[in-house]
Structure formats: C-alpha cells, structure tokens
C-alpha cells in the first residue's frame, strides 16, 4: 500500500514535472520565436495570441489526456460551439481558464492584476485583449475602453469567459457571484451561457501543485443553461446573478444526488 | 425635458435599481451608498433607456466621472440638450 502510494506520487511528481516543462516552453517558444519576430507585421495582434494561446494549450490538453490513462475528458457539443458568447463558469481548479482557453480560437477573460504586473508575460496578456480586473482599470472611462473591447471581440466571434466567484470554490461549494459580467453582458447586449465545470480539482488539486495521472475520473463542461438579451434587460443584474448562482447550485446538487461522484 | 422632470425619473432609477432613497443633491453616491463602476454602467443604460437613444463612447466616458445626483441631472441635461439640437439640425 505505502509503496502503491510512493510510486503513484514519483509517477505523478515526473509527469507533472514534464507538462509545466512543455508549458512553459510552449509559451516561450510561441512568445519570443514565433511572436514577437513577425510582431510588426501582425494586423490583429490580439487574435493572433489568442488563437496561438488556444493551440498551444489544445496540445497542452491532449499530452494531459495521454498521460493520464483514467481520466476522461467529456466536453458536450453545445460547450464547444459556442461563438460570441459571455460565457459563466464555476471555478474548481487552476485548470479552468486554461482549458477554456484550450476549447475556443477566440477568447478573452478577466484577469487578476497581479499577472498583468508580471514582466513580459503581463505586456502578452494586454496584448491578447485581456481585461485586467484591478479597480483602477474598472473605473472611470478606462472601464469603458474595456467594455468596448469586449464587444469588439464578441462581435468577432470571440468569447468571453468568467468565473464569477471570482475565487476557486471550495468543497463543492459555489461563493457568492460578483454582479460584473451580468452588467458586462447587458451593456453589450449579448445573453450569458452557464457552464458547469467538474473534476477539474480532481485533476489537478488545489494546493498540491501535482497532476493525479493516475486517478479514474472524467473532467466535464456542460451547458446548463442561459440569460437571453431580454432576460437580462428586464430583471435586475441582482436577480439575474442570483438566478444563475442558484442554478449552478441546483445542478451541483443534483450531480451529487446523483450518485455518479462527479460534483 | 424640464430639470425638475429628469431629476424625478433620476431619482426614481435610484430609488429601482440601486436602492438609493432621496440621496442629497451633492452627496457622493460611491462614499455615501456604496455606488460603484458595476453601478454606473447600470446608471448608464438606464439612461440611454431614459433618453431613447444610444450614447457615444465618449459620452459614456465622461459619465464614468460623475459622483453626485447634481452631476448626473446635469450629464442628462446636457445630452437631452445635445439630442434635441442635433434632431433641430436634421
């Protein structure tokens, strides 16, 4: 039993060890050998980030779901479609955004400020057409210049996915959602579609730093369900943060009833 | 539009939206009730809404400055000004 344990965490420690390797220099491979040489010919920076950031962790992805012999992936259809799109999700692991950033070519998303300080990697985020979230820069008329981005990208085709917890739930928990992308969604007249998130933390544990490879689990995403335009319009962005939170609560609950053991 | 009239329906969205109750003319709405960017953008919509007509990026701009009930009635005004003008021109 120990020595199951030990070799599970050596497994598990080298093949972890070995995907940040390829992480890390995937980013440094697409920053400063593909991107920045072709820098000033590029017409729509951004676009090309983003859709370099998405093939990069698509590939990042696939080595995962090699390695990890029990884990399965099951993104539904309807997930994986969705275009021009204020995306809600619920947040269990670091892995999220960068898995939604592995399913859609055009995509933005509210940062934590503290990347954007981040020499380099921060000036390639602003690059990208992400939002930083600091109070600063969502207030007064730079909140504007964000909020026209968004619909800028939306109208491209792009989406824009949030965890509105704005923190990392715990024990199957969902924290109280902030009232922006509701706000977000309203100013650019686009409805918000909810997307549940499991095993994520199962994956890669929060905490441990260490992917389990070898556990037998299944990583989904699944459309829960949506705030149409008019929706939005005619309740309050309260209410209309409310709604979702209770919804996501109420699949959470039902996965767990379920008895399936994939909350 | 009267001045009188934009206040009242101001006051009113207030009042709907934010929950604000008869805040004094020149209190600040950020330190006094907690009024923030999510609040203005609300604000904002509510005004187009209010208006019947969509406003520039830079009208919106200049909204993200304003802290009392004074300032807004005022922002109002002014765009209901500019519209009508603008409508007088065409």
């Not at chain 1, 951004?46 to 993104?75: C, E, I, T, W, Y």
């Not at chain 1, 985020?125 to 504007?144: D, F, H, N, Q």
């Not at chain 2, 939206?17 to 960017?37: I, K, T």
């Amino acid at each position: 039993m120990f020595l199951t344990r030990f070799f599970r965490r050596v497994i598990n420690f080298c093949l972890t060890l070995g995907l940040w390797v390829y992480f890390m220099l995937g980013y440094l491979v697409l920053m400063f050998v593909l991107f920045i040489p072709c820098y000033s010919r590029l017409k729509a920076v951004d676009a090309v980030l983003q859709k370099s950031f998405h093939l990069h962790l698509k590939v990042f992805f696939a080595l995962v779901n090699r390695l990890s012999p029990g884990v399965r992936f099951a993104v539904s259809e309807d997930v994986r479609n969705l275009r021009s799109s204020i995306i809600v999700c619920n947040h269990l692991s670091y892995l999220d955004p960068i898995l939604l950033v592995s399913l859609f070519p055009r995509q933005t998303t509210i940062v934590k400020n503290t990347f954007f300080s981040v020499p380099i990697f921060g000036w390639f985020l602003r690059k990208a057409g992400y939002v930083p979230s600091s109070p600063t820069e969502m207030y007064g008329p730079a909140m504007i210049n964000h909020l026209e981005d968004i619909k800028r990208q939306l109208a491209a085709g792009g989406n824009l996915f949030v965890f509105p917890e704005g923190t990392r739930g715990r024990r199957g928990r969902i924290a109280p959602f902030n009232r922006g992308v509701f706000s977000i969604a309203r100013y650019c007249s686009t409805g918000v579609k909810m997307v549940l998130i499991r095993n994520t933390e199962r994956l890669f544990r929060p905490g441990s730093f260490s992917f389990d490879t070898r556990g037998k689990f299944t990583v989904s995403m699944e459309l829960i369900g949506s705030l149409t335009p008019d929706q939005l319009k005619n309740a309050s962005i309260s209410a209309s943060a409310d709604q979702a939170r209770s919804l996501f609560e109420r699949k959470i609950r039902e996965a767990k009833t379920g008895g399936d053991g994939r909350a | 539009m009267t001045r009188q009239e934009i206040e009242k329906e101001i006051r009113a969205v207030l009042l709907r939206e934010f929950e604000v109750e008869n805040p004094e003319p020149d209190v600040n709405l950020r330190e006094a009730y907690g009024f923030d960017s999510i609040d203005a953008i609300e604000l904002l919509l509510e005004i187009e809404r209010f208006l019947g007509t969509e406003l520039t990026q830079a009208e919106k701009k200049k909204a993200m400055d304003i802290r009392t009930l004074n300032q807004i009635i005022d922002y109002v005004e002014m765009l209901a000004h500019h519209r009508k003008n603008e409508a007088e021109k065409a």
